[in-house]
């Protein structure tokens, strides 16, 4: 069973930068594509990066520059790095990975996420 564990949300105001972790039950090394979006309640769900297998990146326009996402694979780690935080940017974020062969972009549908960790950014 795949499991996400999301940590490292939390407040700050706009300009500030906050380092988002997820831990994975299983071997990172092992998934197609992992990265992350963000959804809040009634709203839906919106891509923010992505890293494939081979290290490519994809990120949602809005955050290039940014934000940055990696990947430790002697961790089983899943990071996103976010600089210049705007209050667009407040949202619930969600770790996401999938096992089968998907188009890996920051708006691909996964087949596994976590619980999500809160980001909120004050002006």
């Known amino acids: 069973q795949v499991q996400l564990v999301e940590s490292g949300g939390g407040s700050v105001q706009a300009g500030g930068s906050l380092r988002l972790s997820c831990a994975a039950s299983i071997y990172t090394a092992s998934t197609s594509c992992m990265g992350w979006f963000r959804q809040d309640p009634g709203k839906g769900r919106e891509g923010v990066a992505a890293?494939?297998?081979?290290?490519?990146?994809s990120y949602l326009d809005s955050v290039k520059g940014r934000f940055t996402i990696s990947q430790d694979n002697a961790k089983n780690a899943l990071y996103l790095q976010m600089n210049i935080l705007k209050p667009e940017d407040t949202s619930m974020y969600y770790c996401?990975?999938?096992?089968?062969?998907?188009?890996?972009?920051?708006?691909?549908?996964?087949?596994?996420w976590g619980q999500g960790t809160q980001v909120t950014v004050s002006p």
């Open positions: 890293i494939s297998r081979d290290g490519i990146t």
């Open positions: 996401a990975a999938d096992l089968n062969p998907i188009i890996c972009t920051s708006g691909a549908h996964f087949g596994y």
